[in-house]
């Protein structure tokens, strides 16, 4: 192999190897931000939004799939860290978180999926492929080796794996959106700081509600919809993911804890509210926002084309002279 070919792969290894180690850094640090909101369901630790499935299907989308070991080393990490020994039951869930990522890249793949989310197919793509079927895989395989190892009972079973696959599905959802858009959102900087605040107001809005709602025990929650849906309307994902990401950061505590609007109630009640929530302001900022992206880009092909067609018409059209048009042939010749 000649040397500067043999240069080139080193420094393409090194720079894989870096990625890799990137990504498992990533998902152990969302993994432990995660576990911080661990709740008991059906004999097992499970957590309504698992931030990893998120960080996973997006290097993934952004990097392609040669970065797998980093999904798996940072799931293992994530395993051990807890102070357990490394089992055969670990090995099937981190081959389990590894493999669900890897499916939901794959069925992204053959839809034509866009990391820029700027059409709505990318959006639908995202919710029912990336989310919701892939994570039947992880959940699947946890749940079932848990089971066989004992570690959860039968009768917890169904209960465990709903949790399990909403709490995948809820990390895609919320948090593969904010790093897509975080890769290819272009902010206009120039922009006046009146744009900027605007900007601000639906963040801090959606913030103020959700702190107010969950100190009170009358349930208000849906007040963030309209500022949501503004976001989505006005600034798209740019603003809208971020809103999203408050929403169920501070929903979550709340819910652990049964405080403000989920007080007085059962564990089942409580998780079904907490996802209907977050599932609702992700598939509303994420649909939305693709929506309104589709159209721009539409308006902006039709503002192309005119512009096109009237340069054609202006080449096209006789110039400012007295010669007739179309030209007649000299009657003295």
């Known amino acids: 192999m ?7 792969t080193l420094r393409d290894l090194g720079s894989l190897l870096l990625w890799i180690l990137a ?10 931000l995660g576990l911080l909101a661990q709740i008991v369901v059906g004999g097992v630790r499970v957590t309504p939004i698992w931030p990893p499935t998120g960080v996973a299907v997006a290097a993934l989308v952004l990097l392609g799939a040669r970065v797998w070991p980093g999904i798996a080393l940072g799931q293992l990490l994530v395993v051990t860290s807890l102070g357990g020994p490394v089992t055969g039951a670990t090995v099937g869930i981190v081959a389990g978180s590894t493999v669900a990522p890897l499916v939901a890249y794959w069925l992204l793949r053959q839809v034509g999926f866009r990391s820029q989310l700027d059409r709505l197919r990318d959006g639908l793509a995202l919710v029912f492929l990336g989310a919701f079927a892939a994570m039947l895989v992880s959940a699947t395989s946890a749940t079932l080796v848990l089971l066989t190892e004992g570690s959860l009972p039968s009768h917890g079973y169904w209960s465990a794996w709903s949790a399990w696959w909403t709490g995948d599905a809820m990390g895609v959802l919320v948090v593969t959106p904010l790093l897509l858009v975080g890769r290819w959102a272009a902010l206009p900087w120039d922009l006046p700081l009146r744009w900027w605040a605007e900007a601000v107001v639906p963040m801090a809005g959606c913030a103020a509600i959700m702190v107010l709602d969950l100190r009170t025990t009358v349930d208000v929650l849906f007040l963030v919809f309209p500022l949501l849906t503004w976001a989505a309307l006005r600034f798209q994902l740019p603003v809208a993911a971020p809103c999203v990401l408050i929403i169920s950061v501070l929903a979550v505590p709340s819910a652990i804890r049964h405080t403000g609007p989920f007080a007085g109630r059962g564990l089942l009640a409580t998780m079904t509210e907490l996802q209907a929530l977050n599932g609702s302001a992700a598939l509303t900022a994420l649909l939305l926002s693709a929506v309104i992206s589709e159209r721009n880009a539409t308006h902006r092909r039709i503002e192309e084309a005119c512009v096109g067609l009237a340069e054609l018409v202006a080449r096209l059209a006789p110039g400012e002279s007295n010669e007739p048009w179309p030209p007649t042939r000299d009657r003295g010749m």
């Open 2 to 8: 000649p040397a500067v070919a043999r240069d080139r």
């Open 23 to 32: 990504v498992a850094a990533l998902y152990l640090g969302s993994g432990r």
